[in-house]
């Protein structure tokens, strides 16, 4: 499992991409003295994602859920630099990256070009890109939709939610048109469109309704899903009582109904009837949010293509049981952009990162203990205790194991649900799994969040953003 010795150096250039959940986890656990620590990514902030669904409606301002990745890297114990910038080409031949400086500002315009490309050497690559939303190739998805993966795509559904109301206000009431500029399609009934979809009808109900009781009455959020149910990884008492709680707050659900293609102001699916039949369906929209699942960002399908082990690895990076790529010997991979028997999540990406972080730790000291043997002139009794421990740590890396605590999902209403998984699951297998929904649900979820968030600074600010719209409601302006 060891890497040569590429930059000659005892201490070795640990290189990490990404400023996600792998990858802060593993910055977050490793013994940073160990490496030259380089991490390189277009986004400089950590992004608490689960929260990311309040985030268009105000319920919470997204500075509360970002942490600089220079605050995460500055409580580590040894130095880590760190590159804004995204990895265009992995060459794992030769041990470098080609990295662009995506800013496009005024200092890299000084160059003569609006990129600023440099190459970077590595000892040790960790691949923590993520994934990319998935259109899955449908015509006018790109050009139409908003995502919801990222702090702009929130921005930019909170700006067109708001620049449809303001639009239908001038047009006649019971005009075709202004009934389409205020329905907002979200396709993708995984835990992202019912989040968001119930975050927008608390909303509507909740605060636009004060302001603008007509238009509230004529909002309408239609939740459109490829398969029979929602929330398929749940079990199916949640998904019943999930799908009543969305109906119950007047979100249309057309579930079975496989979105084909999207024009400017319409989504058409195809909907499979109980005589097995499609009808095709038009359903116009003014805010179209996608949201069905993860695709492969274009790095990844670059740096399967080069190895030849990775040639099936259509879905995403594979990698061994210690998370290095298959193929490789001194890149590792975690998150979503690999493809294991874990699903794509923010609780196996973390995990992941405090394996690697350990394993990384382990693989120092092997490396060292390597340059000791091979590269020093040590003889005898010295020789042989230092092989032996070389034997020891070399056998200390174990396999990845996940342990699984369960999924959570907010619902609308003040509700949520959890299906969770409770103590050692070799044990008493049925009898350690809770499946709840409700209110309590939602007062867990939110402690749980919490919890989870970064810093006791995005703790307060996200507790605080909670009182402030239980005490004033969210405001109904474009920003
Ligand atoms: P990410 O967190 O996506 O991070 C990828 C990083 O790589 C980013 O910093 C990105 O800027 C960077 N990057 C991209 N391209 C490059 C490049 N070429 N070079 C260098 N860096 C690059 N999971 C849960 O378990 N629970 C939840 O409640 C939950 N809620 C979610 C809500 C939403 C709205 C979304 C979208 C996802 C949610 N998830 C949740 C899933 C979870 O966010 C992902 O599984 C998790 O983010 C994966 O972590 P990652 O580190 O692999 O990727
Ligand atoms: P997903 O893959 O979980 O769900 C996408 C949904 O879109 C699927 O149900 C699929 O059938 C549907 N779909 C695909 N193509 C379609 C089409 N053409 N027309 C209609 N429907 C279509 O995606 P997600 O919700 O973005 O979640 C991504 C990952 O992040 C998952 O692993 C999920 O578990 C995780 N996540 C977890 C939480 C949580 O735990 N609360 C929240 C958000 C995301």
């Known amino acids: ?48 994602t689960p929260l990311l669904p309040s985030c268009p409606t105000g319920t919470i301002e997204y500075r509360s859920i970002i942490e600089p990745v220079r605050t995460v890297a500055k409580r580590r114990p040894g130095e880590v630099t760190y590159y804004e910038a995204e990895a265009t080409d992995i060459d794992a031949t030769n041990n470098k990256l080609t990295l662009k400086q995506t800013l496009g500002s005024d200092a890299v315009k000084a160059h003569g070009e609006d990129t600023l490309t440099v190459t970077l050497d590595y000892d040790y690559l960790v691949v923590g890109v993520g994934a ?15 995502f919801l993966k990222e702090l702009p795509d929130s921005q930019k559904i909170r700006k067109q939610f708001m620049d449809c109301i303001e639009t239908a206000t001038l047009l006649p009431k019971g005009s075709a ?46 939740l ?44 058409h699916a195809a909907i499979k009837q109980e005589n097995g039949e499609l009808k095709l369906v038009d359903v116009p929209y003014g805010l179209l949010v996608w949201a069905t699942g993860n695709g492969t960002r274009d790095i990844v399908k670059n740096l399967s293509s080069k190895i030849p082990e990775q040639k099936n690895a259509t879905r995403g990076l594979l990698v061994n049981e210690c998370m290095m790529l298959q193929g ?22 973390q995990q ?52 699984h605590m369960g999924v959570l999902a907010y619902i609308g209403s003040e509700r949520a649900v959890a299906d969770l998984v409770w103590g050692d699951q070799s044990f008493f297998k049925n009898l350690n799994n809770i499946s709840v929904g409700g209110t309590f649900t939602f007062f867990f979820w939110k402690s749980a969040y919490v919890q989870m968030l970064l810093s006791t600074k995005n703790q307060v600010l996200v507790t605080v953003d909670w009182i402030k719209v239980a005490l004033f409601g969210r405001d109904v302006s474009k920003e």
């Open 132 to 146: 990319q939303p998935n259109t899955f190739g449908i015509p006018g998805v790109l050009e139409n939709s908003c």
């Open 1 to 48: 499992q060891t890497a040569t010795h590429a930059s000659g150096n005892r201490k070795k250039t640990l290189v990490i991409l990404g400023s996600g959940w792998g990858a802060i986890s593993i910055l977050k656990n490793l013994d940073t003295t160990l490496y030259n620590v380089v991490v390189v990514s277009p986004r400089n902030y950590f992004l608490f």
């Open 352 to 403: 992941e990162g405090q394996y690697l972080a350990s394993a990384l730790e382990v693989l120092a000291r092997v490396d060292d203990l390597e340059y000791q043997l091979y590269s020093t002139e040590i003889a005898g009794i010295e020789k042989e205790r230092v092989q032996r421990r070389l034997h020891r740590e070399q056998k200390a890396i174990q396999p990845f194991k996940y342990q």
């Open 177 to 222: 048109e202004r009934a389409r500029l205020l329905r907002t399609v979200v396709v993708g009934g995984g835990p992202t469109g019912v989040e968001f979809a119930a975050e927008l009808q608390d909303y509507i109900d909740g605060d636009i309704r004060k302001w603008n009781p007509e238009i509230a009455a004529e909002l309408k959020v239609t």
């Open 328 to 349: 490789s010997k001194n890149i590792f991979a975690l998150g979503d952009c690999t493809f294991t028997k874990n699903p794509p999540t923010a609780q196996v990406a």
């Open 224 to 267: 459109v899903e490829a398969l029979p149910n929602v929330l398929n990884m749940m079990n199916k008492k949640l998904i019943d009582y999930t799908e009543g709680v969305l109906r119950d707050l007047g979100i249309e659900l057309m579930t079975g109904a496989m979105v084909k293609k999207v024009d400017e102001n319409e989504v």
